[in-house]
């Protein structure tokens, strides 16, 4: 496959990196995914699917503001879900601005149905993967714990911003990823540390403060309101011992859009897109290929 790399200009002058794949040849039809990411990542997720979809699309993905290559905001301020939404639309721009179907994770989820809110036209489908609608510091681990201590932890962050960022940044990557499974946040019988590691290693060079300043702005935004209204064809996927977005989200997201189907991955986590791969790439692959 072809790919390609180049940055694209948010309203606010950011750069925006973006990737880009050609379908393969006679790979169907040439209609455009865009990969939206989850917070904190810079691509980790896509890991499988970046090398499968060309097989029936033309693929585009990007970086957040101040994630992976993309640049620190040129707006300090703009880092809510509607600034996210904003740089999507720029990225569409940028890649021609043709008919295309949105994916998103986790937080993606949330950029994916503010953008159609605002830019309905030539979006042709979603695909949801381990995501929600919003409010997500309410229900992670299926209560508001995170919405509890998340202003504290802004405020300690700020106070003690030089020594808390120096913790940040050594945290070792197999430890953080044995915690996460001692957790139950990963599924230990598909769980792959090489797959996991990228995301560890982009946490720690990940600004702090842009960070937790973006995961409040995520857990105060919804489009609960817009998903009746949501008139393609949504393929959800959920890990069915999800822990940061449980399935009852992706259940009643499911329910609220007329055109929805629900795919659970039996034992997948929060990154069941890495660890069952193969189902959920076939999965995939068949929405595209009926959408086509």
């Known amino acids: 496959m072809t790919t390609a790399s180049a940055f694209a200009t948010a309203d606010d002058g950011t750069r925006l990196f973006v990737r880009t794949s050609e379908p393969v040849e ?64 720029a990225v569409r721009r940028f890649v021609g601005n043709g008919p295309c179907v949105l994916f998103g994770h986790s937080m993606g989820c949330q950029v994916v149905l503010e953008e159609l809110r605002h830019h309905r036209e030539g979006v042709r489908g979603l695909v949801l993967l381990c995501g929600s609608y919003g409010r997500v510091t309410k229900t992670f681990r299926g209560v508001p714990i995170l919405e509890m201590i998340l202003p504290k932890l802004i405020a300690a962050v700020k106070k003690n911003e030089s020594f808390v960022r120096a913790l940040w940044e050594r945290i070792p990557s197999d430890m ?55 008139d393609v064809p949504v393929l959800v996927i959920a890990g069915e011992r999800d822990t940061f977005t449980p399935l009852f989200l992706a259940e009643s997201m499911a329910k609220a859009m007329p055109k929805a189907e629900l795919f659970v991955v039996k034992n997948g986590s929060h990154v069941a897109p890495l660890e069952q791969h193969a189902l959920v790439g076939e999965k995939v692959r068949s929405f595209m290929r009926e959408l086509a």
């Open 176 to 230: 953080a990823l044995k915690l996460a499974l001692k957790a139950g946040d990963l599924d230990p019988d598909h769980f792959h540390i090489e797959d996991m590691r990228p995301y560890v290693t982009h946490m720690r060079s990940l600004d702090l403060p842009l960070f937790l300043r973006m995961l409040a702005a995520a857990g105060e935004h919804s489009a609960e309101d817009l998903l009746p209204t949501v």
């Open 26 to 89: 006679g790979g169907g039809a040439p209609r455009l995914s865009i990969l939206c990411d989850g917070i904190a990542c810079d691509g980790f997720i896509w890991k499988y699917l970046w090398e499968e979809l060309p097989a029936v699309t033309a693929v585009a993905h990007w970086n957040y503001r101040g994630h992976g290559r993309s640049a620190m905001p040129a707006d300090s301020e703009r880092v809510d879900i509607a600034a996210h939404a904003a740089d999507l639309m």
